[in-house]
């Protein structure tokens, strides 16, 4: 039989913690609680009342993590290809796999949890966002996305490194590299290692396949002539914008060894005549001429002082009502949420000096600050969102 036993208020206080009494900054103090008892639950002892909170959230921060990498493990394994030839069951896809139909019932499961699968009776089959996402015949294919995901577990998402960047507040090393040189803010190297055929260009290519499709059916761009997409990678949201719109040119402002990969998926694309690539430095040289400035993931990777500057040197580049576009997942208002952005700033942390997300009145701050007007913020995709504003 098992005993239930009210909580009462005085029972509540006395397994209350020890309260901490330093200075907590003007917080009201703890020190009114009344006197407890410093000694943990003893063992043996009475026994402790009921938990009056639930324990769930210690396993969504120690087990959840694993679901993700979950998927990637069923990513590089070929799960997603299996499961596009048509459901099967666990048993078929652990031989088609070559794992044992334990681990593949585990890892089938986590995709479900994820809504990458479906489960009907004793067939799993792919859902429409992992047709999507998660199958190179998919339209917007994320494959070096994960790839590069898989390489960020094995040498950068560990607890000593982000540790470390928390106490040092600064970024990690990456094979002997400070981050940044390979792969994001100042990219100095770039170009395609043996080691890993996916260079960052394709990375940020496949994480912005999609979004770049969503946001230029959501903002339109009649009336504009000239788009300018500064630290614009492959120029697919170059390259998007120009097949939205048929009247707009549009150049990618990108350093040189970038721009090499922006002209070949310009011409993969088939856009020669309406898109370019323009080797520059977005700091040090002055922007092509243009009436539309987009920035897609760049003000994440710079401090809001960086932030601020560039939207200054957008304002004075851009004619009168000229607009300007930043394209970001944004933080809540209280930069508390949503999770997966939150925690993308701790990416932020691993990877760049002073980089993170943003909310939209923390973007709206910078722009109105540079000049701009007319702001206005638009959620275009899945995390994404476009914060607009215009030159008087
Ligand atoms: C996070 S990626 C974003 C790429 C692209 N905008 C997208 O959303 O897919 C940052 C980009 O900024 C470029 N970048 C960094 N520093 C730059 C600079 N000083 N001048 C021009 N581009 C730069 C990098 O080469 C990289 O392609």
């Known amino acids: ?76 394994l070929g799960l997603f290809a299996t499961l596009f030839e048509g459901p099967a069951h666990v048993e078929w896809v652990a031989a088609s796999l070559d794992i044992a139909p334990r681990p593949a019932r585990m ?103 999609g979004a770049s499709r969503a946001w230029t059916r959501r903002i339109p761009l009649s009336g504009f002539r000239r788009f300018l997409d500064i630290g614009g990678g492959s120029g697919v949201h170059a390259l998007a914008a120009a ?45 092509p001429p243009a009436d539309v400035h987009f920035y897609s993931d760049i003000f994440h990777d710079w401090s809001e002082t960086r932030c601020a500057a560039l939207a200054k040197k957008s304002f004075e580049g851009l004619p009168e009502g000229g607009l300007i576009l930043i394209h970001e997942m944004l933080l809540s208002d209280d930069g508390t949420g949503p999770l997966a952005v939150a925690a993308s700033s701790l990416s932020m942390l691993l990877a760049t000096e002073g980089g993170r997300q943003y909310s939209a009145g923390e973007i709206f701050g910078m722009l109105q600050g540079a000049g701009f007007s007319d702001l206005t913020v638009t959620q275009t995709h899945g995390y994404w969102s476009v914060v607009s504003g215009r030159k008087p």
């Open 1 to 76: 039989m098992t005993a239930t036993r009210e909580l009462e208020p005085t029972t509540v206080t006395a397994w209350r913690a020890p309260a901490v009494q330093a200075d907590r900054g003007g917080m009201e103090a703890t020190a009114a609680l009344p006197a407890i008892d410093d000694e943990p639950a003893a063992v043996g002892g009475p026994a402790p009342p009921a938990p009056f909170a639930s324990d769930r959230v210690l396993y969504d921060v120690i087990d959840a993590p694993l679901a993700g990498l979950g998927v990637l493990v069923a990513h590089d």
């Open 243 to 287: 097949d939205a719109n048929p009247s707009l040119t549009a150049a990618v402002l990108e350093m040189p060894h970038v721009c090499r990969e922006t002209r070949a998926m310009i011409e993969t694309w088939g856009f020669e005549d309406r898109v370019a690539a323009v080797a520059g430095d977005m700091w040090e040289d002055p922007f």
């Open 107 to 209: 890892l089938l499961n986590v995709c479900v949890a994820h809504g990458l699968v479906s489960r009907r009776g004793g067939l799993f089959a792919l859902t429409p966002v992992a047709e999507e996402y998660f199958v190179k015949w998919g339209r917007s294919y994320a494959g070096p996305l994960l790839d590069y995901a898989i390489r960020l577990n094995r040498s950068m998402f560990s607890f000593d490194a982000l540790k470390s960047s928390v106490l040092r507040n600064a970024p990690q090393v990456f094979d002997g590299e400070p981050w940044s040189e390979t792969a994001s803010p100042g990219a100095g190297k770039g170009g395609k290692r043996p080691e890993y055929p996916a260079t960052f260009t394709d990375v940020m290519h496949a994480h912005s396949l």
